[in-house]
């Protein structure tokens, strides 16, 4: 079964920059699809990206294109999204998700969950 972790998050000034991690063990980590969500408090949980497991295949929603980047190195189990030009209303905590096969956008195509990474953009 697929464990995922995140990690990267933190405090950053409007217009800065972070790279979240989210780190897979306890199966083939080329066998998924891993995709990045964020959740604010009171909203629904939100899709940003998703990349297939074997990294040639990226997906973005409106909210993420542009600024967003997903990336995977699959030889270290492990998934990037570089958050660039980020804005007081990217404070979220921030998932990662994985699914075995194909996944959307959705939260609802995603079976393993991490923890999630609080990410505070703050002057």
């Known amino acids: 079964q697929m464990r995922v972790v995140e990690s990267g998050g933190g405090l950053v000034q409007p217009g800065g920059s972070l790279t979240l991690s989210c780190t897979g063990s306890g199966d083939t980590f080329s066998y998924y699809y891993i995709a990045w969500f964020r959740q604010i408090p009171g909203k629904e949980r939100e899709g940003l990206a998703n990349?297939?497991?074997?990294?040639?295949?990226?997906n973005y929603a409106d909210s993420a294109k542009g600024r967003f980047t997903i990336s995977r190195d699959n030889a270290k189990n492990t998934v990037f999204q570089q958050l660039n030009n980020l804005k007081v209303e990217d404070t979220a905590v921030y998932f990662c998700a994985a699914v075995a096969g194909w996944g959307g956008l959705g939260s609802q195509d995603y079976d393993y969950w991490g923890r999630g990474t609080q990410v505070t953009v703050s002057s």
């Open positions: 990349i297939s497991g074997g990294g040639s295949g990226t």
